[in-house]
Every structure is written in structure tokens, then in C-alpha cells.
């Protein structure tokens, strides 16, 4: 659908984002490698954050009593106390896969600069649908607001990664899901690598194996965000500056959905950037958040600056 130079186009490839690395090319299966160096990395800038940092963490919960609905929020040692703009990230994994140990490579960048980072983690299909896993994630979301007004949080910016990116569009379709009020509170929403089109997706078995998202063709094109009627308050959105991302090393299709869904975002009135990151693929994009100055953590500290001084 997306990819229209090739006939008889091989959509695993299209929707696997690790068929379309340029790392491990020696490697006897590249896409193999460059998963679990992801894994691997990205667990070790986890556990690495809170031992060899003066970084602390609140560990919190925005739902249910022993499930997944978890969120640690970093911040400077002895800091606890002082309002601060907040960050949120949301990390991708086909909603099947990955969890908060795994989504803590932007934290540090951000908490030295002043942020505190809230890192959640949520359900992950089959153990909830797709449909109830975006409720989940809509509480999530008011969630985070009561706590940025309980902490006074002077900004709420927040990023999501792959299918982490297509949850947190959920924040700009639920109609009226915040008030004026903590809209203005909102700095800057990062869409990266997102995927926002399920209706192809959702039919590719090694993506949703045995249909673990408990989609059919009504329900993948209700929760294709690319397919939202995007709400009559977008303009109330036009002061909150979006910024959507494609790493280059990623699949026609995963470039192009990034395109589309920006763009429908800027016909609607939002405020849109739409970028293609240069030599990144799907997951250095994310590990190399963890650095202070590689070309991903610069944009994204160049964003939330420009818009604290806006
Ligand atoms: N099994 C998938 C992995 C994948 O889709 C993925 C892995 C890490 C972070 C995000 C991912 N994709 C979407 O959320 C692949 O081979 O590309």
C-alpha cells in the first residue's frame, strides 16, 4: 500500500523494522543481530543510569494492582522537591514485546539537563487487547497530568518510539481528554518511527501472531490514527509543536506512513515538522538517545529548547 515501486512487495519486510538495518551486514542474519544488540544495550543503559549516576527514581503506578501499569520517574538527586518541566517516554514493541527496563537511554541526557523523565511501561497484548491497551493508555495520560500538577511541573513533553509513537497519538484524538488549561502545559511531542496504519499490519502474522491484538478489518482502521477525522479542537492544538521522525534505514513503508500521518496533522491545523533522520535505522535512533551529543539527542534538546523560549 505504501510501497508502490515494488510488485509483489514482501510486507514482513515493510512492517519487520530489523529486515531494513544497514548495521551487521556481516553478520549471518543482520536482523537477528541488530535486535539483540537493542536488547542488549538499551538494558545495560537501563540498569547503568541508576548505579553509575546520581540519578533517582520514583517507582509508580497509574492503574490495576499487579500488572504492567508501571511508571518510574528519574530525577537529579535532591531535586525531588523542585518543579521541573517533565519528559515522558512510551517504547515501542509491536505492544507484544519490550518493557521499561528496556526504555531508559533518553533518561540521562534529559535529567542532567534539568527534566524529570517519566518512563511507563503498560500491558502488552495478548494480555490485553490492542482496543484495551489505548484505554489503558488513556488513563495513563490522565494520570500523568493529575501527577505534573501535583509535582507543579512547569511543561509535559512527550516521546513516543515505533508503536509507542501510534499510543501516543491517542493524546491528540480523544476529544477533549484535557482541559485548555493543561494543554498550555504541553511542550513538545516527538513521533518516532512510528507506525500509524494498522490495516495491513494487523493481517501479517508474524506481527500479530494468531491475532493477539484482537483486531478486525473495522477495528484496525478505527485505531489507524493515519485514518482519523482529526477533531474539530486541532487548532487548539496549533501552539504544541509536533515533530515526526523516519530514520532513514527503515522501510518505504514505515517512511511513508511517517509522512502521511504527518502531513493529515498539519491539514488539520496542527503544528508539524517532519523529518528523516540520516543514516539512523529503528533502534540506534533510540540507543543513541543515551548519548549527549549524537545527532538524535541534539534535535530533540534543540526542540524542547526552542520551545521553553518560545
Ligand atoms: N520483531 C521486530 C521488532 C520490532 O518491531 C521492534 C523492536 C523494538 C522496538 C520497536 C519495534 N517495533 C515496533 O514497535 C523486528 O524484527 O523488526
Redo the contacts with the bound molecule.
Sequence with gaps: MYNPQEKNIDLIRE?????NTARFQDQPEP?VAV?DH?LRVTSQHTQELTTKSDIKVHNLRYGGTDDRRLVDVFYKDGTAEQPSPLFVYV?????Q??DKSHSCSIVGPLVRRGYRVAVMDYNNCPQVTLAQLLQQFTDFLLWIFNYADETKATEISFAG????AHLLAQLLHVPSLISEERRQKVGVLFFI?G?YDLRELWQLDP?NPNNIFGLNADSAKELSPILWPWPADSPFWSGVHSHVIAAEHESVTFIEQSRVFAKNLQDAGFKVTFKIFDKYD??DI?EETVLDNSPITSYLLGALKAEASS
Excluded at 518510539?161 to 509507542?164: E, K, L, V, Y
Aim: avoid cysteine.
Design positions: 512492517y519487520f523494522p530489523s529486515y536482523n535486535q537493542f517504547h515501542g514493541g509491536y505492544w514485546m519490550l518510539h515505533s508503536a509507542g518511527s507506525v506481527v529503528h533502534f533510540i
